[in-house]
């Protein structure tokens, strides 16, 4: 698998209600995503070496990235390639055995130095990757982002989640995707430095 593309929709907490949206990624460590809300784009890219981030009514329209923001878009882009999981991070460790909504999980812990620290929860049936916490570091400690997957299905021979729900202290996505392609032609632009957020006529 060289590339994904797909749409579906997104609901957060906001009273926007469901927003569409697009990710697109291409191996080893591209990715790009697209929320399309009624006040413009909100949208994070990374390119393989830099991430920015261009969200509505912030300070600074486009931002570039840094320190464990950057490692955690890094990981990110490097999770929508199933197969490279065990090279995306080091110093694996084994956790103890967990539950979510009571089905057994294994549970796994990487992290780079000085980088990111993720814990991995695998369905210990499936062997698919169930739930992601992924931390950066603040002056206030560890600040948690979340990212549960389910709804597998088969795309060209590889299962993929269509469902993705990203958590974190004060936001959430619920994305459902609805089309997902795979070895797709991407454009080398589409994961370059986003415009500023232009609100939707």
Known sequence: MTSVVAKGSSAGYGPEGTRPIE??????????????????????TYDGRVAWSAVPHKPVPVLMLAGTELDG???????????????????????????????????????????????????????LLTRVVRYASSRVGRLPTQIDYSD?????????????????????????????????????ARFGKPAAPAAAK
């Open 73 to 127: 878009a890094r990981l990110d882009a490097e999770l929508m390639f199933p197969a490279r999981i065990k090279d995306t991070l080091g110093t694996w460790r084994v956790g103890l055995p967990a539950e979510i909504d009571d089905k057994p999980m294994q549970v796994v812990q990487g992290s780079r130095p000085q980088g990111v620290l993720a814990t991995f929860y695998f369905d210990s049936e499936s062997g």
């Open 152 to 188: 597998y299905r088969d795309v060209n021979g590889v299962k993929l989640p269509f469902h993705l729900k990203i958590t974190w202290l004060d936001g959430q996505e619920d994305v459902m995707l609805t089309d997902v392609q795979v070895n797709v032609p991407i454009e080398a």
């Open 23 to 44: 990710i697109v990624a291409k191996a080893p460590n591209q990715r790009t995503m697209v929320l399309h809300t009624l006040d413009g784009d909100s949208t994070t």
